[in-house]
């Protein structure tokens, strides 16, 4: 089984999204999907109800979620670590314990703009169209990230 962590700052907004999303578009017997988030400000608590509203309008359910922080055993549980952007990236990069963990961590809009390192806007402090904007980005880069996956069977 391939397993997959999502991360950003508060795990409310973009790495719930960025798990439900593509949770829709693998199969869940193959892929085990995980969000966490680098700042431990929500801990146990739901994604924020703009993200859960963005979801559902594409019907995905993601009240299943609560909030955690990124552990450095995160490294050994996980193949793949996509961040939504580069002070993430740096926030996990600086528990990395050796090569293979720096391996693991990806941009995940690098897999729309490979090797650009864009960044996920956070929509935290944005108005609806944000979460919008945010879904289609990661709804695109999930749809690539489950074709390599499922290509991969």
């Known amino acids: 089984m391939t397993r997959i962590l999502m991360v950003c700052l508060g795990?409310?907004?973009?790495?719930?999204?960025?798990?439900?999303?593509?949770?829709?578009?693998?199969?869940?017997?193959?892929?085990?999907?995980?969000?966490?988030?680098?700042?431990?400000?929500?801990?146990?608590?739901?994604?924020d109800s703009r993200s859960i509203a963005v979801a559902e309008k594409y019907n995905i359910d993601i009240t299943d979620q609560r909030c955690r922080k990124f552990q450095q055993s995160d490294f050994d549980e996980f193949d793949l670590i996509y961040v939504m952007d580069a002070f993430n990236r740096d926030d996990i990069l600086s528990?990395?314990?050796?090569?293979?963990?720096?391996?693991?961590?990806k941009m995940i809009l690098n897999e729309l703009f490979p090797n650009e390192n864009v960044d996920v806007p956070d929509p935290y402090h944005d108005t609806e169209r944000g979460?919008?904007?945010?879904?289609?980005?990661?709804?695109?880069?999930?749809?690539?990230?489950?074709?390599?996956?499922?290509d991969g069977e």
């Open 11 to 47: 795990n409310i907004c973009r790495s719930p999204l960025a798990e439900g999303i593509l949770k829709s578009k693998v199969d869940s017997q193959k892929v085990f999907i995980d969000s966490a988030g680098t700042g431990g400000y929500h801990i146990g608590k739901l994604p």
């Open 95 to 105: 528990l990395a314990r050796n090569e293979d963990d720096r391996a693991k961590v």
């Open 131 to 150: 979460f919008e904007n945010v879904y289609q980005m990661l709804d695109k880069s999930c749809a690539i990230i489950a074709n390599t996956l499922n």
